[in-house]
């Protein structure tokens, strides 16, 4: 089944009764991460875990590809749903 603009829907990523949102009420509510009321000196005094220090390099990483991610999905016919790119520009907003 296809969508408009050619893009596949497949009918089982669709959840009955899941919560469903809209590109308008994402842009509304999307913003970036705000840091203030980190004090990022405690950390001088209390150093994080290994293990946290491990788990926050990671997700830096993932974080950090997103405009590999947003180029790859630009590149396919995704691009042409204004619904698609809307949610895309609002999420390479909050990333970057």
Known sequence: MHGPHGIRI?????????MR?????????????SLDGIEFDDFKDCPLAPEAL??????????????????????TPAHRDPDITSFLACWVFEEM
């Open 10 to 18: 497949n009918a089982w990523f669709r959840i009955p009764g899941a």
């Open 54 to 75: 491990r788990s926050l390099r990671y997700m830096h990483d993932v974080e950090h590809h997103t405009v590999c991610y947003l180029r790859d999905l630009l590149l």
């Open 21 to 33: 949102t809209t590109s308008e009420s994402y842009k509304q509510r999307a913003g970036r991460l």
